[in-house]
Nanobody, 114 residues
Framework: QVQLMESGGGSVRAGESLSLSCAAS????????WAWFRQVPGKQRELVAS??????NYADSVKGRFTISRDNDKNTLYLVMNNLKPEDTAVYYC?????????WGQGTQVTVSS
């Protein structure tokens, strides 16, 4: 199993920045892809950014503003969010994908006011 714990959410104004962290533990050697998702009440969870080996992908809505990275020594996934917009308001989840089940963190709230 893999345990994921997000941190770093909060409330900011439009144009400001936030950094999210996701500490991973457990059987992480089997993880082949890491990702950040977000979800707004009443809407489907959407992919924000993913990292698999040297391949990184971003949702069009966050390209140029968000950066995903991973520190293998610290077993931590990061999401740096710059120039935040009110539409970025959501609960953000980190996820780890293995050949078997997927694992998700508990989520952290990001609120951006105009």
């Amino acid at each position: 199993q893999v345990q994921l714990m997000e941190s770093g959410g909060g409330s900011v104004r439009a144009g400001e920045s936030l950094s999210l962290s996701c500490a991973a533990s457990g059987e992480i050697s089997g993880v082949y892809s890491w990702a950040w998702f977000r979800q707004v009440p009443g809407k489907q969870r959407e992919l924000v950014a993913s990292l698999a080996g040297f391949s990184i992908n971003y949702a069009d809505s966050v390209k140029g503003r968000f950066t995903i990275s991973r520190d293998n020594d610290k077993n931590t996934l990061y999401l740096v969010m710059n120039n935040l917009k009110p539409e970025d308001t959501a609960v953000y989840y980190c996820a780890a994908f293995l050949s078997g089940p997927d694992y998700w963190g508990q989520g952290t709230q990001v609120t951006v006011s105009s």
